[in-house]
Nanobody, 127 residues
Framework: QVQLVESGGGLVRAGGSLRLSCSVS????????MAWFRQAPGKEREFVAH????????YYSDSVKGRFTISRENVKNTMSLQMDSLKPEDTAVYYC????????????????????WGQGTQVTVSS
């Protein structure tokens, strides 16, 4: 009933920046918390950042904290991930996700907390 579409990925040099966006459309009955995950080739999907429904509470994985910033504009139905000081290890397909309705059961970094996902956008950081 809801569609999420990521955009903004690309190829950048180490130390560069990218800004990813996620648009939300479809039958959304209420605003929910959202998150960014990423998956590198041969690796498990990894939590990156989370933002609550209002946009005033955020969580980051240790690997990106201080370099990435998650934000959202609910009136525009968009969520963004500003990525600065990119490293080669940030190379992955980045996915946006919408949280399930209700309280947290597994933790904001658990994929099980989310019930809708985008198709992903590729981010490649060259060394």
């Amino acid at each position: 009933q809801v569609q999420l579409v990521e955009s903004g990925g690309g190829l950048v040099r180490a130390g560069g920046s990218l800004r990813l966006s996620c648009s939300v459309s479809g039958r959304t009955f209420a605003t929910r918390a959202m998150a960014w995950f990423r998956q590198a080739p041969g690796k498990e999907r990894e939590f990156v950042a989370h933002i609550n429904w209002k946009g005033d509470t955020t969580y980051y994985s240790d690997s990106v904290k201080g370099r990435f910033t998650i934000s959202r504009e609910n009136v525009k139905n968009t969520m963004s991930l500003q990525m600065d000081s990119l490293k080669p290890e940030d190379t992955a397909v980045y996915y946006c996700a919408r949280a399930r309705f209700g309280s947290t059961q597994y933790g904001v970094g658990a994929a099980k907390e989310y019930d809708a996902w985008g198709q992903g956008t590729q981010v490649t950081v060259s060394s």
